[in-house]
T-cell receptor, first 116, second 111 residues
Framework: GAVVSQHPSWVICKSGTSVKIECRSL??????MFWYRQFPKQSLMLMAT?????????EQGVEKDKFLINHASLTLSTLTVTSAHPEDSSFYIC????????????FGEGSWLTVV | GENVEQHPSTLSVQEGDSAVIKCTYS??????FPWYKQELGKGPQLIID?????GEKKDQRIAVTLNKTAKHFSLHITETQPEDSAVYFC??????????FGSGTKLNVKP
């Protein structure tokens, strides 16, 4: 079946630095990808919708200058956490919409970010 | 916007028993309802989905029912096994523009 790959699966960075997380659709083209943040024992919180070739649409309360999203190709979207702080530590998950596959959403395996 | 509520938040069953998780949604325009299984430290995995033109769908031990009039849909797992233990999320969307997730149900299947 379709696979969405997310990299890195876990990352530790120093406070004040930036970190990039990649989301790739491996066997289908994804014009739309979604980025979520998940806190322990909680549901997925949608951060932004990433559309290939255009600006991402951010949910209310999500700082677009802090969470930079780029969807430069039909198979890759990136989330960059800029000037990371310990409170940005979280589990970040992407998903990709396979329109050619009957409009099905597939999730990546998630990326654990720890800011120290 | 859409509001999805999910119950129960935790569910403990004996191996071999059935488990049922229910979700309600508020937006009658929603037309796609997937269910995801999430194991600790991993991303959600799609286990079954249903579209608004169908009332029920089954895949081996897993089934989903949809009642559009009442705006609720349910996940049914029969003959539960310990490996079914995980957190399950329901979601609703209209034309895949945004997915609204339920709060999750932690299922524990006791051997």
């Amino acid at each position: 079946g379709a696979v969405v790959s997310q990299h890195p699966s876990w990352v530790i960075c120093k406070s004040g630095t930036s970190v990039k997380i990649e989301c790739r659709s491996l066997d289908f083209q994804a014009t739309t990808m979604f980025w979520y943040r998940q806190f322990p024992k909680q549901s997925l919180m949608l951060m932004a919708t990433s559309n290939e070739g255009s600006k991402a649409t951010y949910e209310q309360g999500v700082e677009k200058d802090k969470f930079l999203i780029n969807h430069a190709s039909l198979t890759l979207s990136t989330l960059t956490v800029t000037s990371a702080h310990p409170e940005d530590s979280s589990f970040y998950i992407c998903s990709a919409l396979d329109r050619g596959g009957g409009n099905t959403i597939y999730f990546g395996e998630g990326s654990w970010l720890t800011v120290v | 916007g859409e509001n999805v509520e999910q119950h129960p938040s935790t569910l403990s069953v004996q191996e071999g028993d059935s488990a049922v998780i229910k979700c309600t949604y508020s937006d009658s325009a929603s037309n796609y309802f997937p269910w995801y299984k999430q194991e600790l430290g991993k991303g959600p995995q799609l286990i079954i989905d249903i579209r608004s033109n169908v009332g029920e769908k089954k895949d081996q031990r897993i089934a989903v029912t949809l009642n559009k009039t009442a705006k609720h849909f349910s996940l049914h797992i029969t003959e539960t096994q310990p490996e079914d233990s995980a957190v399950y999320f329901c979601a609703a969307t209209y034309n895949f523009n945004k997915f609204y997730f339920g709060s999750g149900t932690k299922l524990n299947v006791k051997p």
